[in-house]
T-cell receptor
């Protein structure tokens, strides 16, 4: 199984450009999340989805949009990139609570975005 | 919100023991996770505690005290491959969307 796959892995943008990050999971998970990770700040939740066709805002949603048209895919869009959006972006998914009570997240390998 | 604190960096010698502390504040406790993240890679699940006490899993153990809002991850018989960042995380309380809030992570460096 591939698990969670993110594309692209690296991207350099100029300020004002737009782009879309794609997250695909093959585990039939209901819940999907987009986080950004910056030095000294840990993982911060941007947007998330609790099922196909749903999206919701996380902790730092401004400047981003998302869509979940298919259960296996969760897209993160940057409408007009800014240098402050230079970061490593991680997608994650989970099926929800397991028999042990743990809702373990499976992460993608990350997408490193630089905005000049 | 949830406040999660953990030390920024720790250094230890190969074969030694290191304890990574995590304190948290949350309005409704629903478990605590530890993840491991090697440089340039994705975080991977290490442990989950929901009841007080010590959970042992090979060389790694995780402890929880709900009354003190405190957990630690204990790494024994350190190996060079244990050099990584260790992330403490708690779920958002009173929700069924399984969102996790993460601490900033503790970077552990294992020296020969």
């Amino acid at each position: 199984n591939a698990g969670v796959t993110q594309t692209p892995k690296f991207r350099v943008l100029k300020t004002g450009q737009s782009m879309t990050l794609l997250c695909a999971q093959d585990m039939n998970h209901e819940y999907m999340y987009w986080y950004r990770q910056d030095p000294g700040m840990g993982l911060r939740l941007i947007h998330y989805s609790v099922g196909e066709g749903t999206t919701a805002k996380g902790e730092v949603p401004d400047g981003y949009n998302v869509s979940r048209l298919k259960k296996q895919n969760f897209l993160l869009g940057l409408e007009s990139a800014a240098p402050s959006q230079t970061s490593v972006y991680f997608c994650a998914s989970t099926a929800g609570r397991t028999s042990s009570g743990a809702n373990v997240l499976t992460f993608g390998a990350g997408s490193r975005l630089t905005v000049l | 919100g949830q406040n999660i604190d953990q030390p920024t960096e720790m250094t230890a010698t190969e074969g030694a023991i290191v304890q990574i502390n995590c304190t948290y504040q949350t309005s409704g406790f629903n478990g605590l996770f530890w993840y491991q993240q090697h440089a340039g890679e994705a975080p991977t699940f290490l442990s989950y505690n929901v009841l007080d006490g010590l959970e042992e899993k090979g060389r790694f153990s995780s402890f929880l005290s709900r009354s003190k809002g405190y957990s630690y991850l204990l790494l024994k018989e350190l190996q060079m491959k244990d050099s990584a960042s260790y992330l403490c995380a708690v779920p958002k309380p009173y929700s069924n969307d399984y969102k996790l809030s993460f601490g900033a992570g503790t970077t552990v460096t294992v020296r020969a």
